[in-house]
């Protein structure tokens, strides 16, 4: 399930603030508990006055990442049990998009979900994880915060994810609350000239992943892998020429890197502007 696949695209998501409203580290195993009801949303500790609460679209949206590796895929309803909240309607469209047939131009990946998170508190993430139900979906976790290289600490975990699952670097879509993760991962191991690397979005921390950004992001992935491809194609043929393809070739790849450009900056601005609009 986790051996390498030109068709397999990875999730990976930070956990505070991206996943739920706080830290793991202020909830050591042990001090917390969850209730009874079939939609835990929220764990509290032993006196029930203190809570940690996942972000409101989070159990939705791990629930259309199932639905898409499933062979069946029927529609996800809004209002499900997993979701105390109805969200908006850009996200109903989302969710719809992600878990209905026919499916979205995700629909020939196969996608896994990994975590890459700083937290040093790896036990109770993933005590966390099971309470919410969400640890079924995660088939690998980087965690960690080497102080050494903290400024690229996002790049280590998703380079420590590549190796273990042998899937290359440009199959991954990172989620994170924390820009200064994101445009690191985009300088040291996004993609340069017309080539594509790995995929990195900041989601707001008031409203963590939602279902559009995870679409958005997934798409936006695969649309750049499918240009990758466009331009070998066309490199092949261009250095098939012989000497008079360099300048083609060199304005290809000035095409090429602006358009990988301009999609980037593209599903920035819609990101900042959905999380506005929430």
Same mark, same amino acid.
């Given at each position: 399930d986790t051996s390498a696949s030109d068709k397999a695209i990875i999730v990976t998501v930070d956990l505070d603030r991206t996943l739920w409203k706080g830290e793991c580290l202020d909830?050591?195993?042990?001090?917390?508990?969850? !209730?009874?009801?079939?939609?835990?949303?929220?764990?509290?500790?032993?006196?029930? $006055?203190?809570?940690?609460?996942? !972000?409101?679209?989070?159990?939705?949206?791990?629930?259309?990442?199932?639905?898409?590796?499933?062979?069946?895929?029927?529609?996800?309803?809004? #209002?499900?049990?997993?979701?105390? $909240?109805?969200?908006?309607?850009?996200?109903?469209?989302?969710?719809?998009? =992600?878990?209905?047939?026919?499916?979205?131009?995700?629909? #020939?990946?196969?996608?896994?979900?990994?975590?890459?998170?700083?937290?040093?508190?790896?036990?109770?993430? $993933?005590?966390? =994880?099971?309470?919410?139900?969400? $640890?079924?979906?995660?088939?690998?976790?980087?965690?960690?915060?080497?102080?050494?290289?903290?400024?690229?600490?996002?790049?280590? !975990?998703? #380079?420590?994810?590549?190796?273990?699952?042998?899937v290359p670097v440009d199959r991954f879509v990172l989620f994170d609350d924390a820009e200064a993760n994101v445009h690191k991962v985009r300088e040291v191991l996004g993609p340069s000239d017309a080539e594509t690397g790995c995929s990195a979005i900041c989601v707001g921390p008031a409203d963590g992943l939602t279902a559009e950004t995870l679409l958005r992001g997934l798409e936006h992935r695969l649309a750049e892998l499918r240009l990758r491809a466009r331009f070998a194609k066309e490199r092949r043929h261009e250095e098939s020429r012989g000497a008079a393809y360099k300048e083609p070739l060199r304005k290809r790849k000035q095409s090429h890197a602006e358009e990988l450009a301009q999609g980037q900056a593209a599903l920035d601005d819609h990101v900042r502007v959905a999380s506005k609009l929430e």
């Amino acid at each position: 399930d986790t051996s390498a696949s030109d068709k397999a695209i990875i999730v990976t998501v930070d956990l505070d603030r991206t996943l739920w409203k706080g830290e793991c580290l202020d909830w050591p195993v042990g001090s917390f508990k969850r !209730h009874s009801d079939t939609a835990v949303t929220a764990v509290f500790d032993e006196r029930g $006055h203190r809570f940690l609460e996942l !972000h409101a679209e989070v159990p939705l949206v791990f629930a259309a990442l199932k639905k898409v590796r499933s062979a069946s895929c029927p529609r996800l309803e809004p #209002q499900s049990a997993l979701c105390r $909240h109805r969200p908006p309607k850009s996200s109903e469209r989302a969710l719809n998009a =992600l878990s209905s047939r026919p499916r979205t131009r995700c629909e #020939q990946a196969r996608v896994r979900v990994t975590v890459a998170s700083a937290s040093i508190a790896a036990d109770s993430a $993933h005590e966390l =994880l099971k309470c919410f139900g969400l $640890h079924e979906y995660v088939v690998a976790m980087e965690m960690g915060d080497d102080a050494n290289k903290r400024e690229s600490r996002k790049v280590v !975990h998703l #380079q420590g994810l590549s190796e273990r699952l042998g899937v290359p670097v440009d199959r991954f879509v990172l989620f994170d609350d924390a820009e200064a993760n994101v445009h690191k991962v985009r300088e040291v191991l996004g993609p340069s000239d017309a080539e594509t690397g790995c995929s990195a979005i900041c989601v707001g921390p008031a409203d963590g992943l939602t279902a559009e950004t995870l679409l958005r992001g997934l798409e936006h992935r695969l649309a750049e892998l499918r240009l990758r491809a466009r331009f070998a194609k066309e490199r092949r043929h261009e250095e098939s020429r012989g000497a008079a393809y360099k300048e083609p070739l060199r304005k290809r790849k000035q095409s090429h890197a602006e358009e990988l450009a301009q999609g980037q900056a593209a599903l920035d601005d819609h990101v900042r502007v959905a999380s506005k609009l929430e």
